[in-house]
């Protein structure tokens, strides 16, 4: 067994409470503030073979924290084999909502 995730395991880009509740604007900021202070380490540590990012800001976050060239959230979640951020560990991008791929900057 790898290092890391013994099973499945789930994290988030926003782990924060903002005000307006979860429907309210989000600054693209801070999304890329959390995948860089949090989301990076929690990766690297965790280890999963797989990230899933539901949205752009998720993305867009994580391929920031690692340095990656921005891909466009439609190309993405057409691809079937991932984008690679570390060592046996795939990047993939869902829609945050049904038939809507760019409901997020």
Same mark, same amino acid.
């Not at 013994?6 to 600054?27: K, S």
């Not at 693209?28 to 959390?34: G, M, T, V, Y």
């Not at 752009?56 to 990656?68: E, I, K, P, T, Y």
């Given at each position: 067994?790898?290092?890391?995730?013994?099973?499945?395991?789930?994290?988030? !880009?926003?782990?924060?409470?903002?005000?307006?509740?979860?429907? @309210?604007?989000?600054?693209?900021?801070?999304?890329?503030?959390?995948?860089?202070?949090?989301?990076?380490?929690?990766?690297?540590? *965790?280890?999963?073979? *797989?990230? !899933?990012?539901?949205? @752009?800001?998720?993305?867009?976050? !994580?391929?920031?924290?690692?340095?990656?060239?921005?891909?466009?959230?439609?190309?993405?979640?057409?691809?079937?084999?991932?984008?690679?951020?570390?060592?046996?560990?795939?990047?993939? @991008?869902?829609?945050?909502?049904?038939?809507?791929?760019?409901?997020?900057?």
């Amino acid at each position: 067994m790898r290092k890391g995730c013994r099973g499945d395991c789930a994290a988030t !880009v926003r782990p924060w409470t903002h005000l307006g509740g979860l429907q @309210a604007r989000i600054e693209p900021e801070w999304a890329w503030n959390c995948g860089s202070l949090f989301l990076r380490k929690q990766i690297e540590i *965790v280890r999963p073979r *797989v990230v !899933v990012c539901p949205g @752009a800001f998720a993305f867009h976050a !994580v391929l920031r924290a690692f340095g990656q060239p921005m891909i466009e959230l439609r190309d993405a979640i057409e691809d079937t084999e991932g984008h690679e951020i570390l060592d046996g560990v795939r990047l993939f @991008a869902v829609p945050l909502r049904k038939g809507n791929s760019e409901s997020q900057p």
